[in-house]
C-alpha cells in the first residue's frame, strides 16, 4: 500500500461512509425491449447493464448437455469504462470473471429443466469504479428473474475489505487501489449458501471472519434493494385504488 495515500479522514472514509456502509446503488427492471430479461445498475460509480437470452438451443450443437442448460455468462468492460481507455474485447481478467459469474449462477438456475439449451447472460460495464463483478452478478441476478429463469433464489454479491488496518464494506476506487484486501463474495439469500469467494491480499484469520460476516450482511442489504426493483416493475398499480 502507498503511505502517501490517506483512506480515513476525521474517522471517517474518503467518500464519508462508514466502516460498514454500502455506496449508493440503483437498479431498474427490463430496461431492453429486445432481450428476455435486462437489468441496469450504478453502484457507486459504477454502471452497468445486463441481457439475458434464452433458454434457447444451444449453438453450436456439440455443445449441448442432454441433460441440462449450460449458463454463458459474458463479463465485459467497455472500452470507455475506465480512464485509461482499454483494448475492445476479452481479456484474462474478463475470462475469468466470466467463468465464476457463470459458475455462481448455475448452482441457483434450474437448469435441469431445459436439456440441450443454453442460458446467455451478457453483463457489460459501461464505468468502472470498483466492485465490478459483485455489481455484474447482482444485476445479471434481476435480469434472469426478470427473464422468467426459473431459479432456487435470487443470487446477490457484495464484497469487503480490509485498508489501513481495518476491514470495511464495499471498498470504493481508492480503497481498491490502494487498500491490502479485497473479498467479493455471493451467496444465496434464502439458504445462505455462498455461491462465490475469492481473495485478493492478505488477511489474518481474525480479519477474513470480519470481512467474510460483513460482506453478507452487505448481500442482505443489497438483496432486499434487487426484490424491491423487481416488485416495483412487476407489482400491480395502486394508483386510483
Known sequence: MNSDI??????????????????KIKIEVGVLHRAEGSCYLEWGDNK???????????????????????????????AF???????PGPDRRSREISKVISEALENV?????????SIDVNIEVLDAEAGTRCAGLTAAAVALADAGIPMKDIPVACAAGK???????????????YGSADLPIAISP?????????????????????????????????SDIQKKAILEKYQPNSEGK
Open 6 to 23: 490517506k483512506l480515513f479522514e476525521n474517522g471517517k472514509r474518503l467518500d464519508g461512509r462508514k466502516n460498514d456502509e454500502l455506496r
Open 48 to 78: 452497468v447493464i445486463v441481457a439475458v437470452y434464452g433458454p434457447r438451443e444451444a449453438i453450436p450443437r456439440h455443445t449441448q448437455n442432454p441433460l441440462r442448460a449450460i449458463v454463458n455468462a459474458k463479463y465485459n468492460m467497455a
Open 81 to 87: 469504462s475506465v480512464g485509461d481507455r482499454k483494448r
Open 109 to 117: 438456475i434450474l437448469v435441469e429443466k431445459f436439456p440441450r439449451a
Open 163 to 177: 485498508i489501513e488496518n481495518q476491514v470495511v464494506l464495499d471498498l470504493g476506487k481508492e480503497e481498491d487501489n
Open 190 to 222: 434464502r439458504t445462505g449458501e455462498i455461491l462465490l469467494l475469492q481473495m485478493d491480499g492478505h488477511l489474518t484469520v481474525e480479519e477474513f471472519d470480519k470481512a467474510l460476516d460483513l460482506a453478507i450482511k452487505g448481500c442482505y442489504i443489497v
